[in-house]
């Protein structure tokens, strides 16, 4: 291994919520932790857990560190993979298939209004996060608005329920590297 491979990646668990319900020093305190952050929602398997978190954190890292070792960045990526896995797993344990946590809250809602592609004049309030139809059809569009308006006064906000770990990412010959 040359001098500037990564050669450690540390994830602690710091929280789990929303982020506009976090307390701002959180992210912007002098000694804060550099944040990497994964959605979660109620059918998400640790599998889709662990590759979201394992994409999170390949943005990351500093590929320019890497450089000097000559080799092509499949294998580097292929080291890096190797490399996240163990401490990925130990943030979300188990079988991949599993589901990672039932008890989350459902994903956000991000309703809006649709006609019927047809032109027949039918509106349908549609969540443009899911792709399902979320109210309708309504023979009129400001039926159609009635029920946008109210799906959007029941979920304010677009956010995702979220887990917040601390990163660390150490190099060798180098300080440890807050991500």
């Known amino acids: 291994m040359h001098s ?15 982020q506009s319900a976090l307390p701002i020093e959180l992210f912007t305190a002098p000694n804060a932790p550099d944040l990497v952050a994964v959605s979660i929602a109620q059918d998400d398997t640790i599998g889709d857990l662990r590759e979201r978190l394992g994409n999170e954190i390949l943005l990351r890292i500093d590929w320019d560190l890497w450089a000097d070792r000559g080799d092509s960045t499949n294998a580097r990526v292929n080291a890096v993979l190797a490399l996240l896995e163990t401490p990925i797993a130990s943030v979300f344990p188990g079988n991949p298939a599993d589901i990672a946590d039932p008890s989350v809250p459902p994903p956000p809602v991000e309703p809006y209004l649709e006609s019927a592609p047809d032109g027949s004049g039918v509106f349908h309030v549609a969540d443009s996060t899911s792709g399902h139809m979320l109210a309708g059809p ?38 440890v590297i807050r991500a």
């Open 138 to 175: 309504f023979a009129t569009e400001e039926q159609a608005k009635e029920a946008l308006d109210i799906l959007l006064e029941a979920h304010p906000s677009p956010e995702w329920f979220k887990r917040w770990y601390g990163l660390e990412l150490e190099y060798a010959g180098q300080d």
């Open 4 to 18: 500037s491979c990564l050669t450690a990646v540390r994830l602690k668990l710091l929280c789990s919520g929303y």
